[in-house]
């Protein structure tokens, strides 16, 4: 009987020395998450840093090509994916845009197909880029050190777009200005819901109908009057990113080709 309270003393070391481990293979775990987290935010800053550094002959540009549409051609030699650039002044928004068979690749590789936390921005699988469609439907992500679509949360505010009306994106074939016609937070919508704005769904328009049904329902989202529209046949470019405030919460902004 008398060694009960000595058995009891040592189980209950035992238990704290079991407890103490745990704790500290805990914190070893969270210290190497942290760190991965910070490295893998580092290395996609720094690999998207490096497209200022594309080298280029400067001697083959012309009012046709551009140094957009020559770094399309460039980074195309690692990566046929490659099929554009988008820029937008006042943002850091000034990237490549891939394209590939589905839309789920690109969300967790860099334009060199790396796995990438950030991703990419990528063009929707169903754009046809031999024969041309409707709406250049582009995805990014937001990303907290302010990389790839976090940017283009700054056209929530009506004075920023007043001052950055614009969007630069080229191809192999043009480098076109476009001009932004609506700007609008949505959602991706469960299936059972009807008569709901699903943008995401529209590339091409089989006729006149669908596209101006786009375009309406797009101005009529739009969170501030641009006073700026899109007629049948108007190229057309949708930029898509995550929006926090609501689940599945998108930010979409519109623009048209300004035909010269």
Partial sequence: MRNKP??????KKKLKKIILIILIVIFIVCIIYIANTFYSDYKDVKDYEKLNNILIDTSKVTQTRTEKMLKIEELQKDNSDVIGWLQIEGTKINYPVVQTTNNDFYLNHNYKKDESEAGSLFLDKDFDLENGSSNYLIYGHRH???????DLIK??????YKEHTKIQFATTNEDAT????????SRVYYKREKNVFRYYY??????????NDYVNNAKKASIYDTGVTAKYGDQLLTLSTCEYSQKNGRFVVVAKKVTK
């Fill in 6 to 11: 000595k058995h009891a003393k040592m189980k």
């Fill in 144 to 150: 907290k050190k302010g990389i790839m679509f976090e």
């Fill in 155 to 160: 056209y929530a505010e009506e004075d920023f």
């Fill in 178 to 185: 476009y001009e932004i016609l609506a700007v609008f937070y």
């Fill in 202 to 211: 529209f590339v091409n328009a089989n006729n006149e109908d669908e596209y």
